[in-house]
T-cell receptor, first 115, second 118 residues
Framework: AQSVSQHNHHVILSEAASLELGCNYSYGGTVNLFWYVQYPGQHLQLLLKYFSGDPLVKGIKGFEAEFIKSKFSFNLRKPSVQWSDTAEYFCAVNVINQGAQKLVFGQGTRLTINP | NAGVTQTPKFQVLKTGQSMTLQCAQDMNHNSMYWYRQDPGMGLRLIYYSASEGTTDKGEVPNGYNVSRLNKREFSLRLESAAPSQTSVYFC?????????????????FGPGTRLTVL
């Protein structure tokens, strides 16, 4: 069965620091990859997705992620974080199949940005 | 356009009590999902409904039942609540992907229901 692993459970940074959150998945077939963000007290929102093509994908709010197929990785990056980026971040994989699109989520990484 | 709505927002149950979590979407999506979110475990799929009239088990279905009432509504029922079911429950919806069509249809999430079982 496919699985997703996020290496960092809690990351604490200062404003303007660079961010990289790790995500690895296990599945040998074709996948879609996603990063979702959950701001405090809010529901999940899609940050960015990789579907095909350019492995470097750009999302909202200055976030980007790089799909490295040989490493089964999809790390999230941001060159300069802001206090408002404080949130929980989830990596997810969607196995290509017909019909409903089941997402498998990683454990989540809580990001705290100190002003 | 409210998106995905869930009721209630909070609920406290005693062990053995039953309850139903309600979910509705107004985006005319075919597929709907129920997840639970637990600290350190991310979101795990409980049940899903690919289209009206069908339901399937996800990763953690034990102790739950679902009903796809119509295209808009997908409810989750706990027949006899247990403390292990203390969690935050999220409903989501997406478009259905036909066979042979390679595209992703984003899942839209509701605001969640925080359930505590004592």
């Amino acid at each position: 069965a496919q699985s997703v692993s996020q290496h960092n459970h809690h990351v604490i940074l200062s404003e303007a620091a660079s961010l990289e959150l790790g995500c690895n998945y296990s599945y040998g077939g074709t996948v879609n990859l996603f990063w979702y963000v959950q701001y405090p007290g809010q529901h999940l929102q899609l940050l960015l997705k990789y579907f095909s093509g350019d492995p470097l994908v750009k999302g909202i709010k200055g976030f980007e992620a790089e799909f490295i197929k040989s490493k089964f990785s999809f790390n999230l990056r941001k060159p300069s974080v802001q206090w408002s980026d404080t949130a929980e971040y989830f990596c997810a994989v969607n196995v290509i199949n017909q019909g409903a699109q089941k997402l498998v989520f990683g454990q989540g990484t809580r990001l705290t940005i100190n002003p | 356009n409210a998106g995905v709505t869930q009721t209630p927002k909070f609920q406290v149950l005693k062990t053995g009590q039953s309850m139903t979590l309600q979910c509705a979407q107004d985006m005319n999506h075919n597929s709907m999902y129920w997840y639970r979110q637990d600290p350190g475990m991310g979101l795990r799929l409980i049940y899903y409904s690919a289209s009206e009239g069908t339901t399937d088990k996800g990763e953690v279905p034990n102790g739950y039942n679902v009903s796809r009432l119509n295209k808009r509504e997908f409810s989750l029922r706990l027949e006899s609540a247990a403390p292990s079911q203390t969690s935050v429950y999220f409903c989501a919806s997406s478009e259905y992907r036909p066979a042979g069509v390679v595209r992703y249809n984003e899942q839209f999430f509701g605001p969640g229901t925080r359930l505590t079982v004592l």
